[in-house]
């Protein structure tokens, strides 16, 4: 059972850098596909990043490109994102996703609806 826990946000300025991290206790993340997205308020969750189970291939929102990284230490059962160069409108709370399936060269992976597993989310404020 993948179970998911996001740790790593925080309050910082705009230009600084924050790295979120996503630990599957369940012990089962090198099993899965993950992904990064977003929900800012009032607004729908939206997808910020993915990688394969092997961490091979990934992919990125054109927002956040050349800003965000994604990454993944399937030993520790722990994924990443690497966030610099914030802005305001990063602000968001941030949420892990995991799925089985393998969705490399489709659209899917930028769907929420894609993902059985999520973890609870974590806060990201950019200040100005």
């Known amino acids: 059972q993948v179970q998911l826990v996001e740790s790593g946000g925080g309050l910082v300025q705009a230009g600084g850098s924050l790295r979120l991290s996503c630990t599957d206790s369940?012990?089962?993340?090198?099993?899965?596909?993950m992904a990064w997205f977003r929900q800012a308020s009032g607004k729908e969750r939206e997808f910020v990043a993915y990688?394969?189970?092997?961490?091979?291939?990934?992919a990125y929102a054109d927002s956040v490109k050349g800003r965000f990284t994604i990454s993944r230490d399937n030993a520790k059962n722990t994924g990443y994102l690497q966030m610099n160069t914030l802005k305001p409108e990063d602000t968001a709370v941030y949420y892990c996703?995991?799925?089985?399936?393998?969705?490399?060269?489709?659209?899917?992976?930028?769907?929420?609806?894609?993902?059985?597993?999520w973890g609870q989310g974590t806060q990201v404020t950019v200040s100005s």
């Open positions: 990688m394969t189970r092997s961490g091979a291939s990934t």
């Open positions: 996703a995991a799925d089985r399936g393998g969705y490399w060269g489709t659209s899917d992976y930028a769907d929420v609806r894609t993902y059985r597993y």
């Open positions: 369940g012990r089962t993340f090198s099993s899965n596909s």
